[in-house]
Every structure is written in C-alpha cells, then in structure tokens.
C-alpha cells in the first residue's frame, strides 16, 4: 500500500488581502482625485483584483497587470529590476516575456517571509505610482 504524505502548501495570498490592498489604493487615488489602474496578483503572476479609475487612460490598465506580474515573478521591485536591467546591461526581453517591465511600481506581497504575489500601479508619475503601491502594501499591517 502506498503511503499518504502531506503535500507542501506555502501561504497564498487572499481575494480578501487582494482588496484589502486595493481599497487602500483606491482610497488614496480618490483621496488626491488622480486616475490610475492597480493590480493584484498571485506569486505566479496570474490576476486576482484588479481596479481601475474612472479617470485612468487605456495603457495603465495593461501596464499595472504586468508591473504586478513582474515583481510577484522576480520576487523584486519593478523599478529595481529596471535599474538592474540598465546598470548590468541586460535588456527585460531576456526573461522571455513580453509582460516583464522595469518601470516603478510593481511590489512583490511577502506575507510569513515568502512572497505570495505582487501588486502593480499604473497612470501617474513613477514615483507617485511607487508610493500608492506601497501605501496599499501597508494596509496588509
């Protein structure tokens, strides 16, 4: 007879974490009356929330998904890996993927030590997108 093991589980992120994340983002967007798109993502990138202004342009709609897909894939800030992706001279089509991006914005969501997804911010000033994704980060506590 064989004998019944335990799969491994790591911890997943939650639709209730994901919108806890985007509601702090929207709250802040509505907050300052800026338009801008948000994302959440599992640790493979794949989409959970996803949130979208009245007021947001077409391309920030993509680019916050893939902002998000790239940091939960690279387990890094997007703008780190952009800035690494200069400094080194290694240009973001390596990875294979026309999804990865090195613009700021794109967080990995580490919870218990290991990173169980991204979130992405997309349609202000890279800064400004930087900050509201960590501001929706923070609200996980």
Known sequence: MLERRAVPT?????????MTIL????GELER??????????????????????????????????????????ERC?????????RTEGFPLTYFGDPRYVGWGGGLP????????????VSGLPEDEDVRIATLGLAALG
């Open 77 to 85: 800030a997007t703008r780190d890996l952009g800035v690494r992706s």
């Open 32 to 73: 300052t009356g800026q338009g801008a798109a948000a994302a959440v993502v599992d640790a493979h990138g794949e989409l959970i929330a996803f949130l979208r202004t009245d007021s947001c342009p077409l391309p920030p709609i993509t680019i916050a998904q893939n902002k998000a897909f790239t940091a939960a894939r």
């Open 23 to 26: 509601d702090a983002v929207r």
């Open 109 to 120: 969501i580490i919870v218990g030590g290991q990173v169980v997804g991204g979130v992405g």
């Open 10 to 18: 790591s911890p997943a992120l939650t639709l209730a974490q994901a």
